[in-house]
């Protein structure tokens, strides 16, 4: 009887989603924006440490950790509507997800900018166009808490839909989703090189750990 | 980083949502506790 309950719920919440349209559409790519911008941020990131040569401090790697929560959220839309199983309560989850997680993130980044506010403080690491990298990702954090917001706002109208199964668009969004996956991929072995056998990393990296420790040098 | 990327796996399987929302859960209150860990210092700044 619950089940059954649930089940007509279910179907009156999904027959109250509008046919999606513009703005279904609309917000299926804006999500698949969010989660290649993101991409991209942390094969930036993957840039400055690898070919720059600077390690990630604690409060950095925290500050990935927090871009995947949210994009997380982001995720979670687009797989529930690529299956046809996104339902209003769900696409409010997954936007709640993505909010909490750039709320996290952004609370990491200001308590960085607040250990180097002071004058004469040349800040952690190289800027970039003027600004540090825990800066640009408060931006970030921004960009995203406004744009939940402004989906949440528009919710009603803008529940995700996805484009059919075997077209151009559909493979483009398994490129961008495969993309984060593969970046996910890629940070847990840069952490597991950096932190090596311990659980958490240095204060101020100067190497990999994991190298150090089995080499012994 | 492991929870987040078997997380990550678990969305993209299309596993329960209530599994993915309890490990991102869990994800996070993970992160704000190595948040707590590092930030040790009570900034001393005056304007």
């Given at each position: 009887m619950k089940s059954a309950n649930n089940h007509r719920l279910e179907t009156i919440t999904d027959s109250s989603?509008?046919?999606?349209g513009l703005w279904g559409v609309l917000a299926f790519w804006g999500l698949h924006g969010w989660v290649l911008a993101y991409s991209l941020v942390m094969l930036g990131a993957f840039f400055i440490q690898f070919v720059k040569g600077e390690f990630p401090c604690p409060l950095c790697m925290l500050q990935r950790y927090g871009m995947f929560l949210s994009t997380m959220g982001a995720l979670f839309v687009i797989m529930q509507a690529r299956s046809g199983t996104l339902t209003p309560s769900r696409y409010a989850q997954g936007l709640g997800m993505g909010l909490i997680g750039a709320l996290a993130g952004a609370m990491v980044s200001l308590r960085q900018i607040a250990l180097h506010i002071m004058p004469g403080d040349p800040g952690y690491g190289l800027p970039i166009l003027g600004l540090h990298l825990y800066t640009w990702a408060l931006v970030t954090f921004a960009v995203v808490l406004t744009y939940s917001g402004v989906a949440l706002i528009f919710a009603p109208r803008s529940i995700p839909v996805a484009p059919s199964e075997m077209s151009a668009l559909r493979w483009i969004s398994t490129g961008v989703v495969w993309l984060f996956i593969g970046v996910a991929a890629a940070n847990v072995v840069a952490i597991v090189f950096l932190e090596g056998f311990a659980w958490v990393l240095p204060?101020?990296?100067?190497?990999?750990h994991l190298i150090e420790q089995l080499t012994g040098k | 980083m492991i929870l987040l990327f078997g997380t990550t796996l678990l969305i993209w399987r299309g596993a329960k949502h209530q599994h993915i929302i309890v490990l991102w859960i869990v994800g996070l209150v993970a992160m704000l506790a190595l948040f707590r860990y590092h930030v040790t210092s009570i900034l001393n700044l005056s304007f």
């Amino acid at each position: 009887m619950k089940s059954a309950n649930n089940h007509r719920l279910e179907t009156i919440t999904d027959s109250s989603m509008p046919g999606g349209g513009l703005w279904g559409v609309l917000a299926f790519w804006g999500l698949h924006g969010w989660v290649l911008a993101y991409s991209l941020v942390m094969l930036g990131a993957f840039f400055i440490q690898f070919v720059k040569g600077e390690f990630p401090c604690p409060l950095c790697m925290l500050q990935r950790y927090g871009m995947f929560l949210s994009t997380m959220g982001a995720l979670f839309v687009i797989m529930q509507a690529r299956s046809g199983t996104l339902t209003p309560s769900r696409y409010a989850q997954g936007l709640g997800m993505g909010l909490i997680g750039a709320l996290a993130g952004a609370m990491v980044s200001l308590r960085q900018i607040a250990l180097h506010i002071m004058p004469g403080d040349p800040g952690y690491g190289l800027p970039i166009l003027g600004l540090h990298l825990y800066t640009w990702a408060l931006v970030t954090f921004a960009v995203v808490l406004t744009y939940s917001g402004v989906a949440l706002i528009f919710a009603p109208r803008s529940i995700p839909v996805a484009p059919s199964e075997m077209s151009a668009l559909r493979w483009i969004s398994t490129g961008v989703v495969w993309l984060f996956i593969g970046v996910a991929a890629a940070n847990v072995v840069a952490i597991v090189f950096l932190e090596g056998f311990a659980w958490v990393l240095p204060d101020n990296p100067v190497g990999y750990h994991l190298i150090e420790q089995l080499t012994g040098k | 980083m492991i929870l987040l990327f078997g997380t990550t796996l678990l969305i993209w399987r299309g596993a329960k949502h209530q599994h993915i929302i309890v490990l991102w859960i869990v994800g996070l209150v993970a992160m704000l506790a190595l948040f707590r860990y590092h930030v040790t210092s009570i900034l001393n700044l005056s304007f």
